[in-house]
């Protein structure tokens, strides 16, 4: 088992001066187990200390995205490629399940009952507040149960106050109803006048300020979010739920990269070398650096670094006799790692993928690597190159504009609405590229260079690329998959939900062969086997043996490759 780094409590956060120091955070954990410790914390705290909790999560990072759902998807690889059994889930998968009830949920659910022990005269003022901090609350309790299925909700966050300590278990089609329905309530309220003025969040938004108008807009995207999950499930349920976001005011939608719903801070907040954010042995996959190399995507050099082979290193690998005389730089310096277990272990393959030279230049010793790595300060801003810290930004999104766009894209594509598929597509895809300038400026990615307007217009136009009713689904599955680079998790559902990409989609996602068999991919977490010993083991064991009758759901709790209520084939 590989071991992971250690945990990294990350200290400075966005916007301003704000801190949030390690001891700051204890006293919030405190006030999580401590219900009298709650007197003296603002509402607006707990929001903050729930979003801190949502995106400071680097065991999240190492296990479920690095060493799970990034390679699975093809997005990376190791070191040397991918081994036999890394489709296995053996140990610590599925982080998110235990941080929506320890730190998310019920610190969102904290600012509620805070605002309720205020004068009477008071509260009126933090109407919106409590939208804002259900829309949170939502997203996340989405992000948990996409994977998990059921889990407790309607009941849950509430012992401490005096509820149930023994919550039901919603079934996820209850669930997605009702955070639906919060959350086109949440809309209907922040929209709304009210008789008092309200009280802003200010820094302790993270994500917007504060500004009402912009939770709107995170709000109809998020339905959208979860209305798609629907489409094998009631797609006359989608079909209503998307009609109905689309038909609101222009003003309630996002419309540019400026509405994206991202979290962002410095570099310190992903830590140095010993946190379990550090991305190091992400290789880059052949079937996604050959689909953007070929196409010329402008995204290429923000998810990916070069080669060490220029013509520099060239030249001292035929001095020191290592390389021909003669030998020049090939222009193509973006070459993936194999996905596929037996192609990594052929010993062409490993010669051709895997040659990594050392050579003692200057006294000291200077390695020149065949294979691209996924850019390190994509996922960690402070990643050093050449003993040098970085000092940019980390983006963490939540649903960005591209995300909004080519969802607006698929389900016209597909009939859910009378859109056009087309506009949405090159507004996605152009609003992604824009995107990724961004953050990889922002986060001062290296051998980077800026997207021009030619190079979108020139992408837009390549053969795989260039809309094609025909073909709709499988490019703008594709480009999803492309964009969710730094959301594999949406990644995978969306691989889940429109099965694409696959073998012989636009973007080509071969077999994965190991022993000269087919691996089965993932496609939920391993539910644990509820002990009678426990004391809300009825609940968790009529929800689990609920959720077991649904066809596919696999041989038993822990089997991954088995199905959530709404991926069907």
């Known amino acids: 088992m590989i071991t992971p780094y250690k945990k990294y409590v990350a200290g400075l956060l966005t916007v301003g001066t704000l801190v949030f120091s390690g001891c700051q955070k204890e006293a919030f954990v405190e006030t999580n187990i401590n219900p009298e410790g709650l007197t003296s914390v603002p509402p607006g705290s707990q929001?903050?200390?729930?979003?801190?909790?949502?995106?400071?999560?680097?065991?999240?990072?190492?296990?479920?995205?690095?060493?799970?759902?990034?390679?699975?998807?093809?997005?990376?690889?190791?070191?040397?490629?991918?081994?036999?059994?890394?489709?296995?889930?053996?140990?610590?998968?599925?982080?998110?399940?235990?941080?929506?009830?320890?730190?998310?949920?019920?610190?969102?659910?904290?600012?509620?009952?805070?605002?309720?022990?205020?004068?009477?005269?008071?509260?009126p003022r933090y109407v919106h507040m409590i939208r804002i901090a259900r829309v949170l609350k939502a997203y996340y309790t989405f992000y948990v149960s996409d994977i998990y299925g059921s889990i407790p909700y309607t009941e849950a966050f509430?012992?401490?106050?005096?509820?149930?300590?023994?919550?039901?278990?919603?079934?996820?089609?209850?669930?997605?109803?009702?955070?639906?329905?919060?959350?086109?309530?949440?809309?209907?309220?922040?929209?709304?006048?009210?008789?008092?003025?309200?009280?802003?969040?200010?820094?302790?938004?993270?994500?917007?300020?504060?500004?009402?108008?912009?939770?709107?807009?995170?709000?109809?995207?998020?339905?959208?979010?979860?209305?798609?999950?629907?489409?094998?499930?009631?797609?006359?349920?989608?079909?209503?739920?998307?009609?109905?976001?689309?038909?609101?005011?222009?003003?309630?939608?996002?419309?540019?990269?400026?509405?994206?719903?991202?979290?962002?801070?410095?570099?310190?907040?992903?830590?140095?070398?010993?946190?379990?954010?550090?991305?190091?042995?992400?290789r880059a996959s052949k079937p996604l650096v050959d689909f953007m190399y070929e196409a010329k995507d402008p995204r290429i050099d923000a998810f990916f670094t070069p080669n060490g082979y220029s013509q520099a290193n060239i030249d001292l690998l035929i001095a020191n006799r290592q390389l021909p005389a003669g030998t020049k730089e090939s222009p193509r310096r973006y070459i993936g790692s194999f996905t596929s277990p037996d192609e990594s272990a052929v010993q062409q393959n490993v010669r051709q993928y895997y040659t990594v030279r050392t050579l003692a230049v200057n006294g000291a010793n200077q390695t020149f690597d065949t294979l691209s790595y996924i850019q390190p300060r994509l996922f960690q801003a402070s990643y050093a190159v050449n003993g040098t810290a970085?000092?940019?930004?980390?983006?963490?999104?939540?649903?960005?504009?591209?995300?909004?766009?080519?969802?607006?894209?698929?389900?016209?594509?597909?009939?859910?609405?009378?859109?056009?598929?087309?506009?949405?597509?090159?507004?996605?895809?152009?609003?992604?590229?824009?995107?990724?300038?961004?953050?990889?400026?922002?986060?001062?990615?290296?051998?980077?260079?800026?997207?021009?307007?030619?190079?979108?217009?020139?992408?837009?136009?390549?053969?795989?690329?260039?809309?094609?009713?025909?073909?709709?689904?499988?490019?703008?599955?594709?480009?999803?998959?492309?964009?969710?680079?730094?959301?594999?998790?949406?990644?995978?559902?969306?691989?889940?939900?429109?099965?694409?990409?696959?073998?012989?989609?636009?973007?080509?996602?071969?077999?994965?062969?190991?022993?000269?068999?087919?691996?089965?991919?993932?496609?939920?977490a391993p539910l644990s086997i509820p002990s009678p010993t426990e004391p809300n083991y009825a609940n968790r064991k009529a929800a689990y043996d609920d959720m077991a009758k649904e066809p596919g759901f696999g041989r038993d709790l822990q089997d991954a490759t088995g199905r959530v209520w709404w991926d069907r084939p």
């Open 47 to 123: 929001f903050l200390n729930a979003t801190i909790n949502i995106h400071n999560r680097d065991f999240e990072a190492f296990y479920d995205y690095y060493r799970r759902i990034m390679p699975w998807m093809q997005y990376s690889t190791g070191v040397t490629g991918n081994g036999q059994n890394f489709t296995q889930v053996y140990d610590n998968f599925g982080q998110r399940y235990g941080s929506l009830y320890t730190g998310i949920g019920n610190a969102l659910t904290d600012v509620e009952k805070l605002v309720g022990d205020l004068p009477a005269e008071e509260q």
């Open 158 to 282: 509430q012992a401490r106050y005096g509820g149930t300590q023994t919550p039901k278990y919603d079934a996820q089609p209850a669930l997605f109803a009702t955070l639906d329905a919060e959350l086109k309530e949440a809309i209907t309220t922040l929209k709304t006048p009210q008789s008092a003025p309200q009280v802003a969040l200010g820094t302790n938004d993270q994500y917007y300020a504060g500004n009402t108008q912009q939770w709107v807009k995170a709000a109809n995207a998020l339905r959208l979010k979860i209305a798609s999950r629907l489409a094998k499930r009631d797609p006359a349920k989608l079909k209503t739920i998307a009609q109905e976001v689309l038909s609101s005011p222009a003003a309630d939608l996002m419309s540019s990269n400026a509405d994206s719903w991202v979290f962002v801070t410095p570099a310190g907040f992903t830590g140095d070398a010993g946190s379990n954010f550090f991305p190091e042995v992400l």
């Open 390 to 524: 970085g000092t940019g930004r980390n983006y963490f999104p939540v649903i960005n504009y591209a995300d909004f766009c080519l969802m607006r894209a698929e389900m016209a594509a597909t009939g859910i609405t009378t859109e056009d598929a087309k506009t949405w597509y090159e507004t996605g895809v152009t609003a992604s590229i824009d995107w990724y300038d961004m953050v990889a400026q922002g986060g001062q990615l290296t051998n980077y260079t800026p997207v021009t307007a030619a190079e979108k217009t020139a992408y837009l136009a390549q053969p795989k690329v260039a809309f094609n009713p025909a073909k709709a689904l499988d490019q703008i599955a594709s480009q999803q998959y492309l964009h969710f680079l730094r959301q594999p998790s949406e990644g995978w559902a969306t691989w889940k939900r429109t099965g694409f990409p696959n073998a012989t989609s636009t973007v080509m996602l071969p077999n994965l062969i190991s022993n000269g068999a087919v691996l089965t991919v993932p496609r939920r």
